[in-house]
């Protein structure tokens, strides 16, 4: 027993001493080793902002130089994404998101890079942290103001710079009205906001701005905007008796300037903001124009750009005639035309009206009451019957068509009862009152001119021309006896309105001033290449128009003077002379008292 | 000495597989056992008896530097019971010899255990994993000694130790098997001290 005891105890002892593993692998590590460095293969780790505007996935693929990348962690819109290596994305979702600014960041944890055992199993390195600024915007265009100036003599347009993420392209076009050009342009550049035309030397151009981008679904989508823009250029003139200067502003675009009169380039023109011609005197308004070429023209255009003015010497007062007459007794002008009968006083402001909707044959007949306050004319067969404002006082229908013509040349209140009315074919006494012709002259073929016709101031005679000048006498309001039958060729004739006796006619050689009484030729006028066309009522001045001078005279036939001598463009029966107004029948007024003496 | 060659495949492998550079620092070394055995002798020259004796031997796959330390150890030991038959003669001058072989049970235990201490972050771990399993061997001997002193002798022995490989089991879950046995085999050499009791 005592021998089992102590093999026990030894045995025990023995057990004591195990083996124990004691030795280490110990390396020497550099510990100061240079910090890695984070790089990047997409997310653009220089950048301080981030943009988004349509769905968009943020990746990264971080690396470190000697060491390596354990993990990496995405913190954004309060939720952390982790991922187990330097390769990680998170998502941006406009549609999810609402616009405004945000704040990303990414955490990385890397090795240290020193190749130590914590190193190795992740229990030494270090944490690197970027934020970016996230910028989300859903892709809207609200406005985009557009202007146009003018910058070294071409047009610029300008826009707001689309300066946006979204951006693909401005898109122009361009409808340049003034030389009829029309272009289109696409600039894919952002900061290229604004484009010059530098043919565009005036007039409406139209610019049609569509800014290409992309939606939030990633679709393009297009805003557009529209701009209109119009350098106008307005023509002045200046008109003195024998010169015409017409003048416009200087066209700031490079450009060649042609002034033109009526269609005809004029040349020799040393100015470009102005040109001077002959000037064109009395007449229906003519077309003057200027054509601005511009120094670079693209083909297929108009040439130019054109402007346009109509001019012609006195005032426009709008009244267009084919008859005017002037009361001395009512200071008043009444003017007849195919679709209105007016009056006005003496300013020609209108004191009364009376319209219809087409004289298709009266259109000469004017005439005062023996009294004076009365105004009549013929409309279509009808004679009317008006007070000093024009209110029609009595329509009667007169029986031209009974004597088978029906155009009146003239008419003439006798006494308010019987009108001498004078037509294509015959004249005739007439009683308003009776509706019946009390006298009648043969069938005259071939009057077919108003100047051809003329009643006398006094109602004693009437005067007209065919194939010869007759001249009947109106005998006691009921007879009408032919006085003078001459042969030869007559131009027209009227009758002189301060002396109803003298009959002044108009013949090739010459003009003669006929006595009605004697028969005979009281004077000739032969110091005028012209057509007598009426004598003032106020001033007793002649009107005469040569055709074939184009001049206007002003002649005092009774002391042989001439007042005043104008240019025309006009024929001689447009013109006629009224208390020292030149009226012209396309609504125009010239004023010679500023040049005579009466 | 100890064969243990599958263990030092496993050690191998563990290091060559490891990621953060491990490397083998000590692989089964030879170390010191201890033996008590009770011999009666039935004649001058024949004796039987009790033999015993404790082994032990380790390994190590190891990682250290300034910033901590990884360490993979096994320790194996063993506890061997048996029975001896000794054959021993005289020579002349107190020296004799023998002549031994004995066999038994050998009881071994094996130990993995890995350490992590992580200095700068204050991280340290461990883990373990313990073994258990039994085995036969036979070991002859030869025995040169020398009587000392009335009762003592002295003696050096050298033998070869057969080991029977046995596998062994994980002693948390008996169905877990260790990859690979255990191999005492070894020259055995020794020193020993001897009091007869019936001289």
């Not at chain 1, 151009?205 to 297009?222: Q, R, T």
């Not at chain 1, 490079?254 to 004029?266: A, D, F, K, M």
């Not at chain 1, 108009?506 to 005028?528: A, H, K, L, M, Y």
């Not at chain 2, 094996?110 to 771990?125: A, R, V």
Request: hydrophobic letters at 35%; aromatic letters at 16%.
């Amino acid at each position: 027993m005592r021998y089992l005891f102590i093999f026990s105890i030894l045995l025990l002892s023995f057990t004591s001493c195990i083996y124990n593993p004691s030795n280490e692998n110990f390396v020497e590590i550099e510990k100061d080793v240079p910090v890695p460095e984070i790089t990047d293969k997409n997310i653009d780790l220089e950048a301080d902002t981030l943009y988004v505007w349509k769905y968009t996935r943020f990746n990264y693929d971080l690396s470190a130089v000697n060491a390596q990348i354990h993990s990496t962690q995405v913190i954004f819109l309060n939720d952390t994404l982790r991922y187990a290596s330097g390769q990680g994305s998170f998502v941006v979702n406009p549609t999810s998101v609402n616009e405004g600014t945000y704040k990303v960041k990414i955490l990385v944890y890397s090795g240290s890079g020193t190749g130590s055992l914590a190193d190795k199993l992740g229990g030494e390195g270090y944490e690197f942290n970027r934020e970016w600024v996230l910028v989300v915007e859903k892709p809207k265009i609200v406005d985009v103001k557009i202007n146009a100036t003018i910058e070294n003599g071409f047009l610029k347009f300008s826009w707001d710079k689309i300066d946006k993420r979204f951006f693909k392209s401005y898109r122009l076009y361009i409808h340049d009205s003034g030389i009829n050009n029309a272009m289109t342009r696409e600039i894919t550049d952002v900061n290229r906001n604004s484009f010059i035309d530098s043919s565009y030397v005036g007039g409406p151009i139209a610019l049609n701005l569509w800014v290409n981008y992309i939606n939030s679904d990633g679709y393009d989508a297009i805003f557009q905007k529209s701009f209109d823009y119009d350098y106008s250029i307005k023509i002045r003139f200046k008109e003195g008796i024998d010169s015409l200067r017409f003048s416009w502003d200087k066209n700031p675009f490079h450009c060649s300037v042609h002034p033109q009169n009526n269609g005809n380039e004029i040349f020799n023109v040393r100015s470009d903001t102005m040109a001077t011609i002959r000037a064109s005197g009395l007449g229906s308004p003519i077309q003057y124009g200027v054509t601005f070429k511009p120094t670079y023209l693209p083909p297929f255009t108009s040439g130019g750009f054109n402007t346009y003015a109509a001019f012609t010497a006195g005032i426009f007062d709008g009244f267009k005639h084919s008859n005017i007459e002037y009361s001395q007794l009512l200071h008043s002008y009444i003017f007849k035309h195919e679709m209105s009968f007016t009056a006005t006083n003496e300013l020609l402001d209108v004191k009364g009206k009376y319209d219809y909707s087409w004289d298709y044959s009266d259109n000469n007949t004017i005439d005062f009451s023996v009294t004076g306050d009365k105004i009549y004319t013929t409309v279509n067969g009808q004679l009317k019957t008006f007070n000093s404002n024009l209110e029609l006082l009595n329509s009667e229908k007169l029986p031209v068509g009974e004597v088978g013509f029906n155009t009146i040349r003239v008419i003439k209140s006798l006494d308010d009862r019987v009108f001498l009315i004078g037509t294509d074919g015959i004249i005739f006494l007439y009683d308003i009152v009776d509706h019946r012709i009390i006298a009648r002259t043969p069938t005259v073929y071939g009057v077919s001119s108003n100047f051809k016709f003329s009643v006398s101031a006094d109602g004693n005679y009437v005067a007209f021309i065919n194939d010869k000048l007759y001249v009947y006498e109106i005998r006691n309001k009921q007879e009408l006896i032919l006085r003078h039958q001459i042969a030869g060729s007559f131009y027209g004739c009227f009758f002189a309105p301060n002396d109803p006796n003298k009959l002044i006619l108009n013949t090739p050689e010459n003009i003669r001033i006929f006595n009605c009484s004697s028969g005979s030729v009281d004077r000739v006028i032969d110091r005028f290449y012209a057509n007598p066309i009426n004598i003032d009522p106020v001033t007793n001045y002649m009107l005469l128009v040569s055709n074939s001078k184009a001049k206007i005279y002003i002649y005092d036939y009774e002391s042989d003077k001439l007042v005043l001598e104008l240019n025309h463009h006009g024929f001689a029966y447009d013109f006629k002379l009224l208390n020292n107004l030149i009226f012209t029948n396309p609504g125009y007024h010239f004023d010679i008292s500023p040049y005579v003496y009466k | 000495m100890y064969a243990m060659n599958d263990l030092r495949t496993l050690l191998k492998q563990s290091a060559e597989g490891s990621s953060v550079g491990l490397k083998t620092t000590e692989e089964f070394p030879p170390y010191y056992s201890y033996h008590f055995d009770v011999i009666y002798y039935v004649s001058p020259k024949i004796g039987v008896g009790l033999t015993s004796g404790v082994y032990s031997t380790g390994a190590r796959n190891s990682i250290a530097d300034y910033s901590g330390r990884y360490n993979e150890d096994i320790t194996a030991k063993a506890l061997n019971l048996g029975l001896i038959g000794v054959f021993k003669d005289s020579l002349k001058n107190d020296l004799f010899y023998g002549i031994e072989l004995c066999s038994g049970l050998k009881m071994s235990d094996l130990q993995f255990e890995s350490k992590i201490n992580l200095n700068d972050i204050d991280y340290s771990d461990e883990s373990k994993m313990d073994f258990t399993g039994n085995g036969w061997w036979v070991e002859p001997r030869v025995r040169f000694g020398w009587n000392l002193y009335k009762s003592f002798t002295c003696s050096t022995y050298a033998g070869y130790e057969f080991h029977f490989r046995n596998k062994m089991t994980m002693k948390e879950n008996s169905q877990s098997n260790l990859l690979g046995k255990i191999d005492w085999s070894g020259f055995r050499f020794g020193v020993c001290i001897s009091f007869i009791l019936n001289n």
